[in-house]
């Protein structure tokens, strides 16, 4: 599965961004896709999960409410909406795939896209 992210950029705190995933090299029906995010000299670590086919959704804590997974089956395409954003969630955010339901761990997740730069000025 190969996965390229869009959708980064510099947004003041309490606006919106949207970032997009675009999934290739194989159907997806028996996948998890999710969003991680690493912010300088942190761990990665989960923020948001949707199994492919039937869509049921997992969150972070700390994101629940604020952002919202989604996927386009026609675009093999996984979205996250992220509103109310907080300078805390400045991070690199990376789109992954796996096979375990309600996986939390980046050691779960056997394929990775190259991340897109989330920045949120205060």
């Known amino acids: 599965v190969q996965l390229a992210e869009s959708g980064g950029g510099l947004v003041q705190a309490g606006g919106s961004l949207r970032l997009s995933c675009a999934a290739s090299?194989?159907?997806?029906?028996?996948?998890?896709l999710a969003w991680f995010r690493q912010a300088p000299g942190k761990e990665r670590e989960f923020v948001a999960g949707?199994?492919?086919?039937?869509?049921?959704?997992w969150y972070a804590d700390s994101v629940k409410g604020r952002f919202a997974i989604s996927r386009d089956v026609v675009k093999n395409t996984v979205y996250l909406q992220m509103n109310s954003l907080k300078p805390e969630d400045t991070a690199i955010y990376y789109c992954?795939?796996?096979?375990?339901?309600?996986?939390?761990?980046?050691?779960?997740?056997?394929?990775w896209g190259q991340g897109t730069q989330i920045t949120v000025s205060s």
């Open positions: 992954a795939a796996g096979i375990q339901g309600g996986a939390l761990r980046p050691n779960e997740y056997a394929y």
């Open positions: 090299g194989r159907a997806l029906g028996s996948y998890v």
């Open positions: 949707i199994r492919w086919n039937n869509g049921r959704t």
